[in-house]
């Protein structure tokens, strides 16, 4: 059979029309996709605990998967009940979190003015009105704050029908994978899955990991600072660093605000402590427990999170990271597309020797690939 080459032109064209046909059926179908993509994450991550129930412990296919439903509901409603009674505390004391914003800005306008002798009552006259309408809708800080962490009840029944059918007909979806591609790919089809599953599975482990390095390094630095609903805030904190860079600048400044509203004299601290815990987190932690192998650039992480919060809004945000991952290692697999999984990731550098950390005298901690 003859090859066709088309000019580039017609290539380019034709690349771009398949993008934007993709992203309409994404934004059109949010309900089902969002979910779908979701269950497909934890299905990966407990795939090993359902193996181990039916090879080790000889439970049936259907016992296996509801057990495994059964774990992620347990740990899906513990994160909801906590959020629900941490935010309800929060609620309650919001008014006076409001009084004492003002009564903090008042006191600060008195110092500016008698340290620097100016006038800038008007000024600041100006500033506590934009600052009292800010505290005063509650629905933008709270709304944020639920819509991230209190999913629709269409997104949580999805999620678990999607996550059951996923482990309980995983066979077939995989043969059926394998069967779309011709027989001269099927070796390169089944390298391909198992490298996405292994990877996927260790990427997804070492986010769990991080998130809870993360809170409990802001939890002790909230406490010793003695700031106001700190496991709140903690928590908080290591859940929105899954979102690069913005995630950790958004509860920076909250935490930042609740601790001047609540007259602490620490948020200068709390503003260097964030900056330090960044630093741990990006040269420590995350090279540890998450690794380089689906490490995405800044540049495609930036555009992944504007793209996927259009698309799919704040979950699209959590998932796209994962997707570009997914995306980063097909692309190397697959012939003709290495270039653009080149440029997904970072820039290669001289091959160093991994890092290593001594934590005691038999415990040494290695960098991941």
């Given at each position: ?229 700190a496991i709140l805030i903690g928590v908080l904190t290591g859940l929105m660093n899954l979102i690069p860079y913005i995630g950790i600048f958004v509860s920076c400044l909250l935490a930042c605000l609740i601790s001047f509203a609540t007259g602490g004299t ?104």
């Amino acid at each position: 059979m003859k090859e066709i080459k088309l000019p580039f032109l017609v290539r380019l064209t034709f690349v771009l029309i398949s993008i934007l046909a993709v992203g309409y059926l994404a934004v059109i179908g949010k309900t089902i996709l969002a979910p779908l993509f979701f269950s497909f994450l934890m299905a990966l991550l407990l795939l090993p605990f359902a193996k181990f129930l039916e090879t080790r412990l000889k439970f049936r296919r259907a016992l296996s998967t509801f057990s495994s439903v059964l774990v992620m509901g347990v740990v899906l409603t513990a994160i909801l009940y906590f959020f629900a009674s941490q935010l309800s505390d929060f609620t309650k004391d919001f008014p006076v979190l409001q009084k004492q914003v003002t009564k903090s800005l008042l006191e600060l306008q008195v110092w500016i003015s008698k340290t620097f002798h100016l006038n800038i009552s008007n000024q600041w006259k100006y500033i506590n009105q934009g600052l009292e309408k800010l505290l005063s809708s509650t629905g933008i800080i709270l709304g944020f704050t639920v819509a991230m962490f209190s999913s629709s009840l269409a997104f949580v029944i999805f999620s678990i029908l999607f996550f059951i059918f996923i482990l309980n007909y995983r066979r077939l979806l995989y043969h059926f994978i394998v069967a779309v591609f011709t027989e001269k790919h099927t070796m390169k089809v089944h390298e391909v899955m198992a490298e996405i599953q292994r990877i996927i599975k260790s990427y997804i482990s070492g986010l769990f990991i991080q998130i809870l390095i993360v809170s409990v390094l802001t939890i002790g630095l909230l406490t010793l600072l003695d700031v106001k609903y700190a496991i709140l805030i903690g928590v908080l904190t290591g859940l929105m660093n899954l979102i690069p860079y913005i995630g950790i600048f958004v509860s920076c400044l909250l935490a930042c605000l609740i601790s001047f509203a609540t007259g602490g004299t620490a948020t200068l601290f709390v503003l260097i402590g964030y900056v330090g815990i960044h630093v741990i987190d990006g040269n420590i932690i995350l090279p540890l427990v998450v690794g380089s192998k689906v490490k995405i650039n800044a540049l495609f992480t930036f555009i992944g999170l504007l793209v996927g919060e259009a698309i799919w809004g704040i979950s699209g945000m959590f998932l796209s990271i994962p997707f570009l991952a997914i995306l980063k290692i097909i692309f190397e697999r697959v012939e003709g597309l290495q270039p653009w999984g080149k440029v997904l990731g970072e820039e290669t550098r001289i091959r160093k020797p991994r890092r290593k950390y001594k934590i005691t005298k038999n415990i040494t901690l290695h960098e991941k690939e």
